[in-house]
């Protein structure tokens, strides 16, 4: 069951009232039907039009829900979602410093498998390699719990599972020609729209919990980002390559729905399965590439990515198979 906190179950039961009527209601009736005051119906209605609702206000008429949000809110989720796992949780902040320190927070939990930790923004995102995160209004910021049936050993895969479901799910609402960079970038014309990060709790002989982090530049303006990026590969946003706004509910509704897919198809078929997948979804093998590490540069052909997520480049000293690092193709 979706978790709704008392805020937010006062909220839906407020809306769901406005949506009972398509004409105008007076907020004295919507005072009265709901039991509150006039100051907590114009306190919901603020929430509400916070949130992505159109609520028109009219001069002694009263209040009329225009459309509702496209906003990744858990009630909305809840009404479309097709999922037994994933998602079945979901804990909604408007800011919060890190939906990905909230996971890891709550993975420990009994029945957390699945949950869903989403923001609106975040006030400290933490990407790969220590970095930062800039996450604003108007991304995708999301942290999943699992507690997948694989072995150890296939908990590199993890990361890879989910950048085939958002390459998916980002391919099937906008209909942008999505691809995945090693290790698992989401792209769109050679620039970077998606990453994933992945925190592990894990014994030698079993996983106990893996907290994914997917943030999508959704609606992001990234011109108006200050980013510090020297050598670090461009970034765009969905909204930046399509020239309007996207439906951050719908694309939500479908990143989790392919993740809960992948990654059952990952404990059923396992690691080679994903590989072959996440191959179909890229567009850098036999392209040249240049891996940075903490303190050398390693060159050569993006031949292949292996069984266990490796990167295997053929350089001139012969094949290397390269497991992390920020990786620059040319093309
Ligand atoms: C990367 O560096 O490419 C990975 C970025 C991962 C960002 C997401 S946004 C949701 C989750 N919360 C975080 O603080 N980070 C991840």
Redesign the pocket.
């Given at each position: 069951m979706t978790r709704a906190l008392p805020r937010d179950k006062r909220v839906v039961e407020f809306l769901d009232l406005l949506k009972a009527n398509a004409d105008y209601s007076s907020g004295q009736s919507l005072a009265r039907k709901a039991g509150i005051s006039r100051s907590a119906v114009w306190k919901h209605i603020r929430r509400l039009r916070r949130l992505g609702y159109r609520i028109e206000s009219l001069h002694g008429k009263g209040y009329r829900l225009e459309s509702a949000t496209e906003n990744p809110v858990p009630w909305e989720l809840a009404r479309v979602l097709k999922t037994s796992f994933v998602g079945k949780n979901i804990i909604y902040r408007e800011s919060t410093q890190?939906?990905?320190?909230l996971a890891i927070a709550l993975a420990e939990k009994p029945g957390s498998h699945g949950a869903a930790v989403i923001a609106e923004q975040?006030t400290?995102?933490?990407?790969?390699?220590k970095?930062k995160?800039l996450?604003p209004m108007g991304g995708i910021?999301?942290?999943v719990i699992l507690k997948p049936s694989i072995p150890t050993a296939a908990s590199t895969m993890l990361p890879f599972v989910a950048a085939v479901a958002v390459c998916d799910a980002v391919r099937e609402a906008t209909d942008l020609d999505a691809t995945l960079k090693w290790p698992?970038?989401v792209m769109v014309k050679g620039k970077?729209v998606a990453?994933?990060?992945l925190d592990l709790s894990a014994e030698a002989d079993a996983v106990n919990y893996a907290v994914i982090?997917?943030?999508i530049n959704a609606n992001v303006d990234t011109k108006k980002l200050h980013l510090e990026r020297e050598g670090r590969p461009a970034i765009t946003s969905l909204s930046d390559e399509l020239g309007h706004d996207v439906n951050r509910l719908h694309l939500t509704r479908l990143l989790l729905e392919k993740l809960e897919q992948y990654v059952v198809l990952l404990e059923e078929k396992g690691s080679v399965t994903i590989v072959a997948l996440w191959r179909k979804r890229t567009d850098m093998l036999g392209r040249q590439a240049s891996v940075v590490q903490q303190n050398k540069v390693i060159s050569g052909m993006a031949k292949d990515v292996g069984d266990d997520g490796s990167l295997v480049l053929a350089t001139a000293a012969g094949d290397v198979n390269v497991v992390s690092g920020d990786v620059t193709v040319s093309y």
């Amino acid at each position: 069951m979706t978790r709704a906190l008392p805020r937010d179950k006062r909220v839906v039961e407020f809306l769901d009232l406005l949506k009972a009527n398509a004409d105008y209601s007076s907020g004295q009736s919507l005072a009265r039907k709901a039991g509150i005051s006039r100051s907590a119906v114009w306190k919901h209605i603020r929430r509400l039009r916070r949130l992505g609702y159109r609520i028109e206000s009219l001069h002694g008429k009263g209040y009329r829900l225009e459309s509702a949000t496209e906003n990744p809110v858990p009630w909305e989720l809840a009404r479309v979602l097709k999922t037994s796992f994933v998602g079945k949780n979901i804990i909604y902040r408007e800011s919060t410093q890190s939906t990905q320190s909230l996971a890891i927070a709550l993975a420990e939990k009994p029945g957390s498998h699945g949950a869903a930790v989403i923001a609106e923004q975040q006030t400290g995102g933490r990407g790969r390699l220590k970095r930062k995160w800039l996450s604003p209004m108007g991304g995708i910021w999301i942290s999943v719990i699992l507690k997948p049936s694989i072995p150890t050993a296939a908990s590199t895969m993890l990361p890879f599972v989910a950048a085939v479901a958002v390459c998916d799910a980002v391919r099937e609402a906008t209909d942008l020609d999505a691809t995945l960079k090693w290790p698992n970038d989401v792209m769109v014309k050679g620039k970077k729209v998606a990453g994933i990060l992945l925190d592990l709790s894990a014994e030698a002989d079993a996983v106990n919990y893996a907290v994914i982090g997917i943030g999508i530049n959704a609606n992001v303006d990234t011109k108006k980002l200050h980013l510090e990026r020297e050598g670090r590969p461009a970034i765009t946003s969905l909204s930046d390559e399509l020239g309007h706004d996207v439906n951050r509910l719908h694309l939500t509704r479908l990143l989790l729905e392919k993740l809960e897919q992948y990654v059952v198809l990952l404990e059923e078929k396992g690691s080679v399965t994903i590989v072959a997948l996440w191959r179909k979804r890229t567009d850098m093998l036999g392209r040249q590439a240049s891996v940075v590490q903490q303190n050398k540069v390693i060159s050569g052909m993006a031949k292949d990515v292996g069984d266990d997520g490796s990167l295997v480049l053929a350089t001139a000293a012969g094949d290397v198979n390269v497991v992390s690092g920020d990786v620059t193709v040319s093309y």
